[in-house]
């Protein structure tokens, strides 16, 4: 398996643009987590989807963060407009919560996101 | 969700066992003991988890204290590889596709 994977792996954009992060779960996982990480704040979950739905969305820092997840094998996370303290990096993970052992999550190696 | 306390840095010497404690004094029934690691520039790997007997795989060991408010991490022979940063999560067993909370974890350094 390829494992979770993630783009683009580094970007650098100017304040105000867009800037849309995209991930793929394994293949069969039904649960996807979007995490950002900074120095200050250590690894901050931003959202969660069981099944295609967001299930705790209380981390997504505020209206300009929007996270989508059309189908099983795809998600997107959207920053618009961007700001300079939205740079992190931003991970992707996955896991399937079908197993009753304590589930691995798998992360992607992340989005390096710099916003000047 | 229940919280972990772990030191935030530790040294070891390369091919020395390390021991990684993390208190959980406030764990719950159904609350597995969950490690991941974090190399530089990487997401973070799973290491091993157990609920409440001690576990072993390739990477590492788990001792989990009787009372469960506490466990260690255990490398056997540390490896310049194996310098990381250590994250102790509690997870609900019955929430398999719930979230992993990341605390600050142990800053873990291994010098040749």
């Known amino acids: 398996d390829a494992g979770v994977i993630q783009s683009p792996r580094h970007e650098v954009t100017e304040m105000g643009q867009e800037v849309t992060l995209r991930c793929k779960p394994i293949s069969g996982h039904n649960s996807l987590f979007w995490y950002r990480q900074t120095m200050m704040r250590g690894l901050e979950l931003l959202i969660y989807f069981n099944n295609n739905v967001p299930i705790d969305d209380s981390g997504m820092p505020e209206d300009r963060f929007s996270a989508k997840m059309p189908n099983a094998s795809f998600s997107t996370l959207k920053i618009q407009p961007s700001e300079p303290r939205d740079s992190a990096v931003y991970f992707c993970?996955?896991?399937?919560?079908?197993?009753?052992?304590?589930?691995?999550?798998?992360f992607g190696e992340g989005s390096w996101l710099t916003v000047v | 969700d229940a919280k972990t306390t772990q030191p935030n840095s530790m040294e070891s010497n390369e091919e020395e066992p390390v021991h990684l404690p993390c208190n959980h004094s406030?764990?719950?029934?159904?609350?597995?003991i969950h490690w991941y690691r974090q190399l530089p520039s990487q997401g973070p790997e799973y290491v091993i988890h157990g609920l409440t007997s001690n576990v072993n795989n390739r990477m590492a060991s788990l001792a989990i204290a009787e009372d469960r408010k506490s466990s260690t991490l255990i490398l056997h022979r540390a490896t310049l590889r194996d310098a990381a940063v250590y994250y102790c999560i509690l997870r609900d067993r019955y929430n398999q596709g719930g979230k992993l909370i990341f605390g600050q974890g142990t800053e873990l350094s291994v010098k040749p």
């Open positions: 406030t764990i719950s029934g159904t609350d597995y």
């Open positions: 993970a996955s896991t399937s919560s079908t197993s009753s052992s304590g589930n691995t999550i798998y």
